[in-house]
């Protein structure tokens, strides 16, 4: 059974940084694309960021571009968020989710998301 399990999450200053991780528990993550989401209150989810099954192509939203960098160690089935010079509109719970093409269609696992909060 596949689990994704997002951890780093925390309270951190604006202009500080965090490095989420997204970790897979019973399944390998080196053959699956993973993106980065996150829900603010009173907000919708949007995507902030994903990275191919290799690594070699990743994508931003445009506000975190430049900020945060996505990577991947499919050695530690992990999949990592560094995000740097955070601002106060970061916060929100940060999700990871994987896509899994099954012959039925496409089915999507979500972590349980990690708290972050960026404030003075």
């Known amino acids: 059974q596949l689990q994704l399990v997002e951890s780093g999450g925390g309270l951190v200053q604006p202009g500080g940084s965090l490095r989420l991780s997204c970790a897979t528990s019973g399944f390998s993550l080196g053959y699956y694309g993973v993106g980065w989401f996150r829900q603010a209150p009173g907000k919708e989810r949007e995507a902030v960021s994903c990275?191919?099954?290799?690594?070699?192509?990743?994508n931003y939203a445009d506000s975190v571009k430049g900020r945060f960098t996505i990577s991947r160690d499919n050695t530690k089935n992990t999949v990592y968020l560094q995000m740097n010079n955070l601002k106060p509109e970061d916060t929100a719970v940060y999700f990871c989710?994987?896509?899994?093409?099954?012959?039925?269609?496409?089915?999507?696992?979500w972590g349980q998301g990690t708290q972050v909060t960026v404030s003075s």
């Open positions: 990275i191919s099954s290799s690594g070699g192509n990743t």
């Open positions: 989710k994987l896509r899994s093409f099954a012959p039925s269609g496409p089915y999507d696992y």
